[in-house]
């Protein structure tokens, strides 16, 4: 019984620890409104799922009005809890910005002076349990 409960206590430990606190790159951001006529595509990227995640789609960040928004296209993903998209350094949450809540019908705004040869890739990630869901690495479009 005491070697149950141990392990009980443990596992609890690890999953308080791995929850995030909201700092200076997981704050909510601001959602866009909706894209111009005149948005110029300017990245792309194909999702890739992790292990045991099923999904699919691809996205794309637009140049609109003097601002980049970020666009998920023909994109599902198996549920999760708090799923957010974040922009990142890298394939793994390690260095990210947290654009929000995972929406796919919304247009997220990027904060302004983002280097794109710095984040380019998109993740989501679900934050509570620091699961990754899906990434997919940035390509400049002509």
Known sequence: ??????????FLSLLLMSCQEEGVLTQRRPVGADL????LLRYQANFTTTDFISGAGKVAIYLDEGRYKLKLVDYTIQEGPDLKVYLSQSDVPNNFINLGNLEPSQIYLIPENVSFSTYNYVLIHCQQYNHLFAHGQLIPQP
Do not use: D, E, F, Y
């Open 36 to 39: 111009t006529p005149n948005a």
């Open 1 to 10: 019984m005491k070697k149950h409960s141990k392990t009980i206590v443990l």
